[in-house]
């Protein structure tokens, strides 16, 4: 990649403090941030209240990691769209437009090429990792979409490609810039980061303070079979994890999340609900069970309706809040751990250790 800066990863106030470099006044960089993180400007020269000879500087000076759409694949219904998206480096990643009928505006973000943590059941670790993505591409994965679709995100969820906090610095830039003022404002609240349970990441993310939703990918009520389907869990066993979810909830007062993806046969019977609901016992915890989204060429079963009801009733009648997620988009291979990376030319993948850490994680 260029040695330029890339704008669209920066805060206001460093904007502000780059173009002093270019002796520029103040009131230039906050027109730059707006620009650049709430109307997604593609490029220098669409920024037309700023001087012809400024937009000719920064575009020898700066860049902007600007994403290009190369496939978009809307699901039967209409209510979700996923994107292929290029990186400038030719690395590409799936994002996902999800549309709901009482208003929201979903956009699913990924935060790396790829992903190395190596979930059994989950398509986007099949390629291995490629490399983390920087604030920018991030953010602009929710630009391009909402530019495309005409219409106003109102919900931001890093739950697509990669591990959010295996890449923290930039998600949390990310995050931040989603968020702010000169941005596109979306909520704090209504910003969701996931992740496979990497727990010193979640207790530098709780010492932030940012007030976001936290989904934590549990999928198991032990360490023998989390182990087996999230091989993170070898590191960061269950107790660990749940550990530093209390401290998440005791400095944020936020509650957790717990992702479960319902495998049938593996981790979807009576006994596993009920050691579900007792390990989460005396948490600020909510449930989402998913059903298992298939994916070519992995060997789960996704359980029936009545097995997924009886689950979720399981854990409810011991006091634990659960849903059932209203899957979208598995028509178009767009739901939950369905994103692959498919249009990557000439970059080699790297295959981790499903239980060891990217060198690149904070």
Known sequence: MSERPDLRSLYEEELVSWVAGLNEPPYRGRQLARWVHRRGARSFEAMTDLPASLRRRLAEEARLATLRVLRRTTSADGSTTKYLLACEDGSTVESVWMRYADGRRSACVSTQVGCGMGCTFCATGLSGLGRNLTAGEITDQVHVMQHDQGERVTHVVFMGMGEPLANLDASVRAVRL?????????????????????????????????????????????????SQLVPINRRYPIRALLEA????????????????????????TPDHA???????????????????????????????????????RIVRAQGV??????????????????????????????????????????
Do not use: M
């Open 178 to 226: 989603l968020n702010a003022p000169y941005g596109l404002r979306v909520g704090i609240r209504r910003i969701t980061v996931s992740t496979v349970g990497l727990v010193p990441q979640i207790r530098r993310l709780a010492q932030l303070r940012l007030g976001c939703t936290l989904a934590v990918s549990l999928h198991a009520p032990d360490d023998e079979l989390r």
């Open 274 to 312: 009920r050691r579900l609901a007792e390990r989460l016992q005396g948490l600020l915890a909510h449930v989402n069970l998913i059903p298992w989204n298939p994916v070519p060429s992995l060997p789960y079963r996704r359980p029936g309706p009545e097995r997924v009801r009886q689950f979720a």
């Open 321 to 362: 809040p659960v849903t059932v997620r209203v899957e979208r988009g598995v028509d178009i291979l767009a739901a939950c751990g369905q994103l692959r990376e498919a249009h990557t030319p000439g970059r080699k993948s790297v295959r981790l250790a499903p239980h060891v850490l990217p060198a690149a994680a904070p």
């Open 245 to 268: 979810c209390q401290e998440y909830t005791a400095l944020t007062g936020r509650r957790v999340t717990f992702e479960y993806v319902l495998l049938e046969g593996v981790n979807d």
